[in-house]
C-alpha cells in the first residue's frame, strides 16, 4: 500500500481481554516503531524492529505488553488482560532507514484502544 | 534531559489570519534533530520538516515556515493566510543525533474557523 495501515481502527475491550493491533508498514521499510499516544498527549515510544529483530523495548509499560514481526513486515502488538490506563491510541510508524535516523518516520492512523 | 515544550494547548483563529505555533526545547547534546508532524482528525501524525542543530536556516514552504533560533531553544512554526484544512494538533519533536527515539511535546491543537 501508499502507506502504513493499521487494523482494527477502534477497538473496545473488557477490562481482563486479550487484544491485538496489527501494522502493515510501508513495503520495503527495515524500521518499525509503536507508540502509545494517550488524550491529549504526544506519543510515547513503546519499542522497535528492525527488520524481524526488536531492539529495543524500553518502552513497553508492563510485561502484558508484547510485540512480534516474525517476517520483518507486518508487525502485531498484544495486550494481556488489558486495564483501563492501556486505553490510549496505539500508532505504528516505520521508516526506510535504520532506525529511523536519516529519514523521517511514517505513520500510520493508529488503534484507539478503549478498555471498559 | 531532553525536553519539549508546546507552551500553547489550544488556538484558535479565524481563517486568512497568520499563527505562530511555539516550541521550546531542552537538550545538552550539540548534534540534535527538530521535527514538526501535523495530526489532522483522521489520526495519522504527518511529517512537515526536519531541522538539524547545525542548519539554523529559517525554512519556508508554501504558507508554512520555521524559524529555528539556537539562542533561545526555539522552533517556532507559522501558518500564514490560515485555511480550515490547517485544524489539526501540531507536534514538535525532538531526536539525538544516535537515538532513535523521538521526544514529543504535548501539542498544540489549532482551530481555524471560516
Known amino acids: 500500500g501508499a502507506g502504513v495501515s493499521q487494523s482494527p481502527r477502534y477497538k473496545v475491550a473488557k477490562r481482563g481481554q486479550d487484544v491485538a493491533l496489527r501494522c502493515d508498514p510501508i513495503s520495503g521499510h527495515v524500521s518499525l516503531f509503536w507508540y502509545q499516544q494517550a488524550l491529549g498527549q504526544g506519543p510515547e515510544f513503546l519499542t522497535y524492529f528492525q527488520n524481524e529483530a526488536q531492539l529495543d523495548k524500553s518502552g513497553l509499560p508492563s510485561d502484558r505488553f508484547f510485540a512480534e514481526r516474525p517476517e520483518g513486515s507486518v508487525s502485531t502488538l498484544k495486550i494481556q488482560r488489558t486495564q483501563q490506563e492501556d486505553s490510549a491510541v496505539y500508532l505504528c510508524?516505520?521508516?526506510?532507514?535504520?532506525?529511523?535516523?536519516?529519514?523521517?518516520?511514517?505513520f500510520g492512523p493508529g488503534t484507539r484502544l478503549t478498555v471498559l | 534531559a531532553q525536553k519539549v515544550t508546546q507552551a500553547q494547548t489550544e488556538i484558535s483563529v479565524v481563517e486568512k489570519e497568520d499563527v505562530t505555533l511555539d516550541c521550546v526545547y531542552e537538550t545538552r547534546d550539540t548534534t540534535y534533530y527538530l521535527f514538526w508532524y501535523k495530526q489532522p482528525p483522521s489520526g495519522e501524525l504527518v511529517f512537515l520538516i526536519r531541522?538539524?542543530?547545525?542548519d539554523e536556516q529559517n525554512e519556508i514552504s508554501g504558507r508554512y515556515s520555521w524559524n529555528f533560533q539556537k539562542s533561545t531553544s526555539s522552533f517556532n512554526f507559522t501558518i500564514t493566510a490560515s485555511q480550515v484544512v490547517d485544524s489539526a494538533v501540531y507536534f514538535c519533536a525532538l531526536r539525538r543525533h544516535s537515538n532513535y527515539q523521538l521526544i514529543w511535546g504535548a501539542g498544540t491543537k489549532l482551530i481555524i474557523k471560516p
Open positions: 531541522r538539524n542543530s547545525f
Open positions: 510508524a516505520s521508516s526506510n532507514s535504520l532506525a529511523g535516523l536519516h529519514n523521517e518516520q511514517f
